[in-house]
């Protein structure tokens, strides 16, 4: 358990460091998001060809999350981290250099495989060296750093590419990853609660194994993979519309649609605090009806009406996150942090299958079928819902489904 108490020299250096680090991640992750209508643009492709830039980092990342926590057990928590970051901010760079689409793909599948080190990792290293008093300040801070992170990267890519080129904002991206990536090697302390253990893969399947056989945790990781699909893809797609008639808007104006996801935060601590008052299984229902209702504002012509619908489908995600996230915490009774990876896992793979086959819906039905998809994945999402529900009456019998779901807090 860890000791490192807020208010001291060492807190505030890991909170900095991994203030730098979340910002990293998530910039390098997301900045080719609103570039998507560019790539289709200039390398002469349609729509879901377009947006595997991003699909294909998400799709690597999901995987390399798998084994980069169980690889950190044998190199260390801070090696590991370290050289996610660097060789992240390289890559980042070495794509603004790049000038037809495999190229690009291959250096961004490069680059999902190396950024599954730090999200893999920070959580374990906070929760062994920081005392749990101040471990929720301290993974807050983290958490603010991804968030920024996101929300500036999509919004100076956008900005940078609007007077410059997509080149150019990636190069500078790059080095400004790279110098926070130094600094969080230079600042970060090194790990004094970790036990180095040797590699064990007979261990990292037998516990995937078995958390894969729990009805009730499969459910959560297919709500994970639909909810993301659905919010990626409402994103992904927003951009092609607004560039386009009637609106035509600028890349730079776009973009401060991210803005929105500002929303989040609040949501997220919100749907947090009423967890405990109604129950996840109700508040897991309300915040993807959110979603529902957010999906289909946005189906109205006026900009007034679509921004409305963003911001309502955001919060609405990030609540049902919060929410379907700490229930796979508090469901896996062993190797939670096998069980966390693999709702990463299906977290980002829905963000790479709905956030590519949306450009197919696009192309055949525009804005109506990008919709139909986000609605259709996010009933399927109400189904898994039932069933989670029900694997819950299940294990407690005498219960009625109201009682059930009343059951079903924190």
Known sequence: MGSIKSGTKRYREINLAFFAAGFVTFITLYDVQPLLPVFSREFGVAAAWGSLPLSITTCALAVAMLVAGTLSETLGRKKVMVASLVITSVLAFATSLTHTLPELLGLRLLQGMALAGLPA??????????????????????ISGNALGGMTGRIFTATFT????????????????????????????????????????????????????????????????????????????????????PY?????????????????SFSSSMVGGQVERFGRGRMLFLTMATMVVGALFTLFHDITSIVTGI???TCGFFGAHTIASSWVGSRARTAKAQAASLYLFFYYLGSSVSGTAGGFFWTSFGWQGVVLLILTLLALGFCLLKLLVSC???QCPAKTAVASLDALRS
């Open 162 to 245: 609007e007077y410059f080129s997509w080149r150019a904002a990636l190069g500078v991206i790059g080095v400004v990853c790279l110098l926070l990536s130094l600094h969080f090697a230079r600042t970060l302390p090194p790990s004094e609660n970790f036990t180095r253990r040797p590699f064990a893969a007979r261990y990292l399947f037998t516990s995937l194994s078995k958390h894969l056989q729990d009805p009730g945790l499969l459910c959560l990781y297919g709500i994970s993979f639909l909810i993301m699909g659905s919010f990626i893809t409402l994103y992904n797609y927003i951009t092609f519309r607004l560039l386009g008639a």
């Open 311 to 313: 911001g309502i489908c």
């Open 248 to 264: 035509y808007l600028s890349h730079s104006v776009v973009s401060l649609i991210f803005l929105v996801y500002m929303l989040g």
């Open 121 to 142: 990792v920070a959580m374990a290293y906070l929760s062994e060296e920081i005392a749990p008093a101040s471990l929720s300040s301290a993974i807050g801070l983290y």
């Open 392 to 394: 819950f009456e299940a």
